[in-house]
């Protein structure tokens, strides 16, 4: 994954695992796998049987966040279970970094041979 755009989010309260509090998260581009899986239907256990249900959108938008948070401080790949555990400042901040990102790879339009590149330096 050496060629994925990643950003450093600046978190306030972060999260504190032991001793330890993160304070800055590490997110990534989306990419169409994470969408899938965001939106992969759960098995609800309802006494010996499993029932398929699909997720609401609250879920599957942070199902998504957490596929796309690189690393929470020392934290790699924290999953969902650390995502559930933010405030509610640090995920608005996740989502809004992540918003951005998502809106700048939507901006980027490939150069043309006889256009000037408005993209230099993006990849």
Do not use: C, Y
């Not at 939106?39 to 309802?46: A, C, R, W, Y």
């Not at 699909?54 to 020392?74: E, Q, T, Y």
């Amino acid at each position: 994954m050496s060629d994925v755009e990643t950003t450093i989010v600046p978190l306030r309260k972060g999260i504190k695992v032991g001793e330890e509090r993160h304070t800055e998260a590490e997110i990534r581009e989306m990419f169409v796998d994470d969408v899938l899986q965001a939106n992969e239907m759960t098995l609800l256990q309802v006494g010996e049987a499993q029932i398929p249900v699909n997720p609401g959108p609250s879920l599957v938008s942070a199902r998504l966040m957490a596929l796309r948070v690189v690393r929470i401080g020392s934290m790699q790949n924290p999953g969902i279970l650390h995502i559930r555990k933010l405030s509610n400042d640090d995920f608005g901040r996740l989502d809004q970094a992540l918003e951005a990102m998502d809106r700048a790879h939507a901006a980027w339009k490939p150069a043309t041979p006889d256009a000037k590149d408005t993209n230099a330096g993006r990849s």
